[in-house]
């Protein structure tokens, strides 16, 4: 394999018997949210589904992590910075709000905002919104006191910014308006109605309002405030645009919560990477009978491929599909399970979507038997589930550990991999039977012929289970898959924070056979689809 290493710099897979290629370049940055220019002059990019904030170089896009994922902070969502160089971040899955002192010490600010997101700083003022209906926005005190509510009623908040008339502006993102409020409190007012999909609004040098959508167009909307309030588009291209901060020289940086990297936006709607895009995951992974190939990325489903010419790292969006974790195709539909534990059908020639299941405790892996019915790994309810043609849903297995991935043989027998029990288990009317233990952490099932295939995330490993003989073997190894050896996990994130959204799910490397016999595996370690092919003799 060659090109980037990626995120945590893997080797390359290692193996006699498969040789490997990425369909896609790795991506650098996991996920990129808020983003503000910090005292040294770099773009800092808090990353939620990292846990951690990274320092960009706008020059030559050198990225340096400055807050890792196993300190205090959980899931920073965006940040600002005071007068005295402090860095204010908003956690946004445990509510908390925390200050980094520029000597790199932390300091719990408050605990009392409900999903924090939208955070700026007024000089030596502090205020932060929450993104929730009916949230508030709050000014906080760093040196102690109570927090002051300036006003209540947001319909999801997110990043905001004081505007050149002293006012505080910020989006609801649900209502599509934005608005401001003066930071010494008074009557909010609405600025701006019908605004598309608003998740950022942000002021240039020369005080025009630019206002980030979060749709798949990447549509920055300009507003005139000074006049006629009239309107300007700008289509940016970059799906899933999250945040911008602009430079001493007024160029414009945006963020992507769908692919992360960083992009410079220029008035006339080119861009040019400055961190490339790519898969913020991805998590499972399918292909269809035509050849396409199918990534379940979190924040959508994704067209993995060669790199685009304009060298921006990104792959396709299929569509946006908040916090979609498991994939499986079926025809002329992809089947899909969410983190806020739904089941879905998912039509590419139409865009048509049907809900299967709803209320499901953190589903994962998913496939499907010849006659339709689904199948799905349960992983919170530790359950196998099926949902038949008329989405009825059937427990096949419960009281297992932790089920990640399920799979069928041609005889329709199902697996599940277990990856806290090290396993992957058969069942057999209701009952989960070994079928191979001590695979560190499996998660990623696959069956070809009369082999099962897994991905043991804990040792970077594909294992391979015959399933005549029982047998294991080792078919390849340091996968990039996990977090990298020798590095500490970050602190466990609640499964779900307030108001039904989800945390911080737990990775899962998906894995899946092609029609000519190769493998693809989620390569979730630096952001790639990885292809196996058997290797051919003597290489």
Same mark, same amino acid.
């Given at each position: 394999?060659?090109?980037?290493?990626?995120?945590?710099?893997?080797?390359?897979?290692?193996?006699?018997?498969?040789?490997?290629?990425?369909?896609?370049?790795?991506?650098?940055?996991?996920?990129? =949210?808020?983003?503000?220019?910090?005292?040294?002059?770099?773009?800092?990019?808090?990353? #939620?589904?990292?846990?951690?904030?990274?320092?960009?170089?706008?020059?030559?896009?050198?990225?340096?992590?400055?807050?890792?994922?196993?300190?205090?902070?959980?899931?920073?969502?965006?940040?600002?910075?005071?007068?005295?160089?402090?860095?204010?971040? +908003?956690?946004?899955?445990?509510? $908390?709000?925390?200050?980094?002192?520029?000597?790199?010490?932390?300091?719990?600010?408050?605990?009392?905002?409900?999903?924090?997101?939208?955070?700026?700083?007024?000089?030596?003022?502090?205020?932060?919104?929450?993104?929730?209906? =009916? %949230?508030?926005? !709050?000014?906080? #005190?760093?040196?102690?006191?109570?927090?002051?509510?300036?006003?209540?009623?947001?319909?999801?908040?997110?990043?905001?910014?004081?505007?050149?008339?002293?006012?505080?502006?910020?989006?609801?993102?649900?209502?599509?308006?934005?608005?401001?409020?003066?930071?010494?409190?008074?009557?909010?007012?609405?600025?701006?109605?019908?605004?598309?999909?608003?998740? +950022?609004?942000?002021?240039?040098? %020369?005080?025009?309002?630019?206002?980030?959508?979060?749709?798949?167009?990447?549509?920055?909307?300009?507003?005139?405030?000074?006049?006629?309030?009239?309107?300007?588009?700008?289509?940016?291209?970059?799906?899933?645009?999250? =945040? /911008?901060?602009?430079?001493?020289? =007024?160029?414009?940086?945006?963020?992507? #919560?769908?692919?992360?990297?960083?992009?410079?936006?220029?008035?006339?709607?080119?861009?040019?990477?400055?961190?490339?895009?790519?898969?913020?995951?991805?998590?499972?992974?399918?292909?269809?009978?035509?050849?396409?190939?199918?990534?379940?990325?979190?924040?959508?489903? /994704?067209?993995?491929?060669?790199?685009?010419?304009?060298?921006?790292?990104?792959?396709?969006?299929?569509?946006?599909?908040?916090?979609?974790?498991?994939?499986?195709?079926? %025809?002329?539909?992809?089947?899909?399970?969410?983190?806020?534990?739904?089941?879905?059908?998912?039509?590419?020639?139409?865009?048509?979507?049907?809900?299967?299941?709803?209320?499901?405790?953190?589903?994962?892996?998913?496939?499907?038997?010849?006659?339709?019915?689904?199948?799905?790994?349960?992983?919170?309810?530790?359950?196998?589930? +099926?949902?038949?043609?008329?989405?009825?849903?059937?427990?096949?297995?419960?009281?297992?550990?932790?089920?990640?991935?399920?799979?069928?043989?041609?005889?329709?027998?199902?697996?599940?991999?277990?990856? $806290?029990?090290?396993?992957?288990?058969?069942?057999?009317? %209701?009952?989960?039977?070994?079928?191979?233990?001590? !695979?560190?952490?499996?998660?990623?099932?696959?069956?070809?012929?009369?082999?099962?295939?897994?991905?043991?995330?804990?040792?970077?490993?594909?294992?391979?289970?015959?399933?005549?003989?029982?047998?294991?073997?080792?078919?390849?190894?340091?996968?990039?898959?996990?977090?990298?050896?020798?590095?500490?996990?970050? $602190?466990?994130?609640?499964?779900?924070?307030?108001?039904?959204?989800?945390?911080? +799910?737990?990775?899962?490397?998906?894995?899946?056979?092609?029609?000519?016999?190769?493998?693809?595996?989620?390569?979730?370690?630096?952001?790639?689809?990885?292809?196996?092919?058997?290797?051919?003799?003597?290489?």
């Amino acid at each position: 394999m060659t090109g980037r290493s990626g995120r945590y710099e893997a080797s390359g897979v290692r193996s006699t018997r498969w040789q490997a290629r990425r369909l896609n370049s790795p991506n650098p940055l996991w996920g990129s =949210n808020g983003v503000a220019f910090g005292p040294d002059g770099r773009l800092y990019v808090a990353q #939620f589904l990292a846990g951690q904030i990274s320092a960009v170089d706008p020059a030559t896009g050198d990225v340096e992590v400055v807050v890792p994922p196993d300190g205090p902070v959980q899931s920073p969502d965006d940040l600002a910075f005071g007068t005295d160089g402090s860095m204010y971040i +908003a956690d946004l899955v445990p509510g $908390r709000v925390w200050r980094r002192s520029p000597d790199g010490g932390y300091g719990l600010v408050c605990d009392e905002v409900k999903v924090p997101n939208g955070i700026t700083c007024v000089g030596d003022r502090l205020f932060v919104n929450e993104m929730r209906m =009916n %949230g508030r926005l !709050l000014e906080l #005190f760093p040196e102690g006191g109570d927090p002051v509510v300036l006003t209540d009623g947001l319909a999801l908040g997110n990043a905001m910014q004081l505007g050149p008339d002293g006012c505080l502006y910020y989006p609801h993102m649900v209502s599509r308006q934005v608005w401001r409020i003066p930071p010494d409190g008074g009557v909010p007012e609405v600025v701006a109605e019908d605004v598309h999909d608003p998740v +950022a609004v942000r002021f240039d040098q %020369g005080g025009v309002l630019h206002v980030l959508s979060r749709g798949p167009e990447g549509i920055v909307t300009r507003v005139d405030l000074h006049g006629t309030g009239s309107r300007s588009l700008v289509t940016s291209g970059v799906t899933g645009l999250d =945040n /911008a901060a602009f430079d001493a020289e =007024n160029r414009m940086f945006v963020s992507s #919560f769908a692919s992360g990297g960083i992009t410079e936006l220029r008035p006339d709607g080119r861009t040019r990477p400055v961190v490339p895009r790519g898969l913020d995951g991805p998590y499972g992974v399918t292909i269809d009978l035509g050849g396409t190939v199918y990534a379940a990325d979190h924040y959508r489903v /994704a067209r993995p491929e060669e790199p685009d010419a304009g060298a921006s790292g990104d792959v396709t969006t299929e569509i946006l599909q908040p916090f979609v974790h498991g994939i499986t195709a079926d %025809g002329e539909v992809l089947h899909t399970t969410s983190q806020f534990g739904t089941v879905q059908t998912y039509a590419p020639a139409t865009g048509a979507t049907r809900t299967r299941a709803t209320g499901l405790n953190q589903p994962l892996g998913i496939t499907v038997r010849p006659d339709g019915t689904l199948v799905v790994a349960e992983t919170g309810a530790g359950r196998v589930i +099926a949902i038949d043609e008329a989405d009825t849903v059937t427990v096949l297995a419960e009281g297992l550990d932790h089920p990640v991935d399920v799979t069928l043989d041609a005889d329709g027998r199902c697996y599940v991999s277990d990856d $806290r029990r090290g396993a992957v288990l058969r069942i057999d009317d %209701g009952e989960p039977v070994p079928v191979a233990d001590g !695979l560190g952490a499996p998660q990623g099932l696959a069956v070809h012929g009369d082999e099962l295939f897994t991905v043991d995330t804990a040792n970077r490993r594909l294992w391979s289970v015959s399933l005549t003989t029982g047998g294991t073997r080792v078919e390849a190894e340091d996968l990039a898959v996990g977090i990298p050896r020798g590095s500490t996990p970050p $602190r466990q994130a609640p499964a779900l924070f307030a108001h039904g959204l989800p945390g911080v +799910a737990p990775r899962f490397a998906g894995l899946t056979t092609a029609p000519d016999g190769s493998l693809l595996l989620s390569s979730n370690g630096e952001g790639t689809v990885v292809r196996l092919s058997p290797a051919r003799t003597g290489t």
